[in-house]
């Protein structure tokens, strides 16, 4: 297996039996009105098997090993994705064992593993439910069960011989779920953060439409193998700023409302405040705008420019959301443009191909025009055209006039000091 494609991967980085009927009531960790975590009784409406934990929406898996090593002699020879996948797979690991208590017909977990087991389960299943019911996608879509690797021990070999700590994450090759061990974060573990594991979701969504469940998507084997890499970095950036918004949609399905800031529970205040999407003045500046055009993708992402300028594309698509009081009709857009077969209408799938030999293509105005496009209330689109226009860049004229996305009303706006033409 080439090195590129390795390289790629990095990239995407007993108890007694109770046998309700489904929907199930349990305990589970929640987040509460002044910002800590309680238990409350929630419904599992899709959970099945709540001694091994699995349902329609995940299956969790402990025990498991799965380690990307370069110098892996059974990466050599591998021609397929899915054996490239599977043969980081060390140890598959074995059902989790849940323990429980019941009272009052209602499980209560009896120890912390069960605890974050359900919060686990119980947030997969919320964000299943906005993607179906904000963003109109079939449940047929997902098909089988995602398989989340509870408390894993996850090694990229490259950084670090240690399995990671301390972290949540969707890994396309694949194409499961982990939440690893923690042991430094000194806040909310990422599994009993809604926002959180909704953004990891959120990966796995982009994944499945934008991507077409590739294990090692073009994009970013392709593109991610020059020395400029101006799509790979966008796409990377695209992925990390969606899964920000759409994390940020499930918090408003919640009994505490909408949180632009859902990371704060879990990180520090820098962090959380770097990935705020209600700070208004976030703008592409000259150095980004350079780096985007002109870094190695692993130049980008190693400066966690992904992340910055997904937090300003995300940013954008809050403030025109907002503004307008169309925030799942925007969400709902989003998610309708990332695949689009429509003659003339395409969505990112669609622009991936068409850009696939010449990644120039695939850049801030032809995204800003799939998302554009797939807006048909004028007010929202018109709000969308500025927010994007300003914060992104992107010039007037390539949005609005004849034969271009844009109302002529949209004309940007104000918060980002215009930059000169490079």
Same mark, same amino acid.
């Given at each position: 297996?080439?090195?590129?494609?390795?390289?790629?991967?990095?990239?995407?980085?007993?108890a007694? &039996?109770?046998?309700?009927?489904?929907? /199930?009531?349990?305990?589970?960790?929640?987040?509460? %009105?002044?910002?800590?975590?309680?238990?409350? &009784?929630?419904?599992?409406?899709?959970?099945?098997?709540?001694?091994?934990?699995?349902?329609? /929406?995940?299956?969790?898996?402990?025990g498991?090993?799965?380690?990307l090593?370069?110098?892996?002699?059974e990466?050599?020879? @591998?021609?397929? $994705? $899915?054996?490239?996948?599977?043969?980081?797979?060390?140890?598959? +690991?074995r059902?989790?064992?849940?323990?429980?208590?019941?009272?009052?017909?209602?499980?209560?977990?009896?120890?912390?593993?069960?605890?974050?087991?359900?919060?686990?389960?119980?947030?997969f299943e919320?964000?299943?439910?906005?993607?179906?019911?904000?963003?109109?996608?079939?449940n047929?879509d997902?098909?089988?069960?995602?398989?989340?690797?509870?408390?894993?021990?996850f090694?990229?070999?490259?950084?670090?011989?240690?399995?990671?700590?301390?972290?949540?994450?969707?890994?396309?090759?694949?194409?499961?779920?982990?939440v690893?061990?923690?042991?430094?974060l000194?806040?909310?573990?990422?599994?009993?953060?809604?926002?959180?594991?909704?953004?990891?979701?959120?990966?796995?969504?982009?994944?499945?439409?934008?991507?077409?469940?590739?294990?090692?998507? =073009?994009?970013?084997?392709?593109?991610g193998?020059? %020395?400029?890499?101006?799509?790979?970095?966008?796409?990377?950036?695209?992925?990390?700023?969606?899964a =920000?918004?759409? +994390?940020?949609? !499930?918090t408003?399905?919640?009994?505490? %409302?909408?949180?632009?800031?859902?990371?704060?529970?879990?990180?520090?205040?820098?962090?959380?405040?770097?990935?705020?999407?209600?700070?208004?003045?976030?703008?592409?500046?000259?150095?980004?705008? &350079?780096?985007?055009?002109?870094a190695?993708?692993?130049?980008?992402?190693? #400066?966690?420019?992904?992340y910055?300028?997904g937090?300003?594309?995300?940013?954008?698509?809050?403030?025109?959301? $907002?503004?307008?009081?169309?925030?799942?009709v925007l969400?709902r857009? @989003?998610?309708?443009?990332?695949s689009?077969?429509?003659?003339?209408n395409?969505g990112?799938?669609?622009?991936?191909?068409?850009?696939?030999?010449? #990644?120039?293509?695939?850049?801030?105005?032809? !995204?800003s025009? /799939?998302?554009?496009?797939?807006?048909?209330d004028?007010?929202?689109?018109?709000?969308?055209?500025? &927010?994007?226009?300003?914060?992104?860049? /992107?010039?007037v004229?390539?949005?609005?006039?004849?034969?271009?996305?844009?109302?002529?009303?949209?004309?940007? +706006?104000?918060t980002?000091?215009?930059?000169? =033409?490079?």
């Amino acid at each position: 297996m080439p090195r590129t494609v390795i390289a790629a991967a990095l990239v995407l980085l007993a108890a007694c &039996e109770p046998a309700p009927a489904t929907p /199930v009531k349990a305990r589970a960790l929640v987040l509460s %009105g002044n910002g800590s975590y309680v238990t409350q &009784e929630v419904t599992l409406n899709t959970l099945t098997d709540v001694i091994h934990m699995e349902g329609s /929406v995940a299956k969790l898996v402990g025990g498991a090993r799965i380690e990307l090593d370069p110098a892996d002699p059974e990466l050599q020879g @591998i021609t397929t $994705e $899915e054996a490239f996948g599977n043969a980081l797979i060390k140890a598959s +690991g074995r059902p989790v064992t849940a323990s429980w208590i019941t009272k009052d017909n209602v499980l209560w977990p009896a120890d912390f593993h069960t605890w974050n087991l359900v919060t686990t389960y119980y947030n997969f299943e919320k964000a299943r439910e906005y993607f179906n019911t904000v963003g109109n996608i079939p449940n047929a879509d997902f098909g089988d069960p995602a398989t989340v690797y509870y408390f894993a021990d996850f090694i990229l070999k490259d950084t670090n011989p240690d399995p990671i700590r301390d972290n949540a994450l969707w890994f396309a090759p694949t194409q499961s779920f982990m939440v690893v061990p923690f042991d430094e974060l000194q806040k909310a573990p990422l599994a009993i953060n809604s926002g959180i594991m909704s953004h990891e979701y959120a990966h796995m969504v982009f994944n499945l439409k934008v991507y077409g469940k590739r294990r090692l998507p =073009d994009p970013i084997v392709l593109w991610g193998n020059f %020395g400029a890499s101006p799509g790979a970095n966008l796409i990377k950036a695209l992925d990390e700023g969606l899964a =920000d918004y759409h +994390g940020y949609g !499930v918090t408003c399905k919640s009994a505490t %409302g909408c949180d632009p800031r859902f990371f704060r529970t879990s990180f520090d205040d820098r962090l959380s405040n770097d990935r705020d999407l209600a700070k208004p003045d976030r703008c592409v500046d000259a150095f980004m705008r &350079e780096q985007l055009r002109n870094a190695p993708l692993a130049t980008f992402s190693g #400066q966690g420019l992904e992340y910055k300028l997904g937090t300003i594309i995300a940013s954008a698509l809050y403030q025109a959301g $907002e503004s307008t009081g169309q925030r799942e009709v925007l969400m709902r857009s @989003i998610i309708s443009a990332y695949s689009d077969e429509t003659s003339g209408n395409p969505g990112l799938k669609q622009l991936i191909t068409i850009a696939l030999n010449n #990644q120039q293509n695939f850049n801030l105005t032809s !995204v800003s025009a /799939v998302f554009i496009n797939h807006v048909t209330d004028v007010p929202l689109k018109t709000a969308l055209c500025n &927010e994007l226009i300003d914060h992104l860049q /992107v010039p007037v004229t390539d949005l609005v006039g004849p034969g271009r996305p844009c109302p002529p009303t949209a004309q940007g +706006g104000n918060t980002c000091p215009p930059l000169p =033409d490079p």
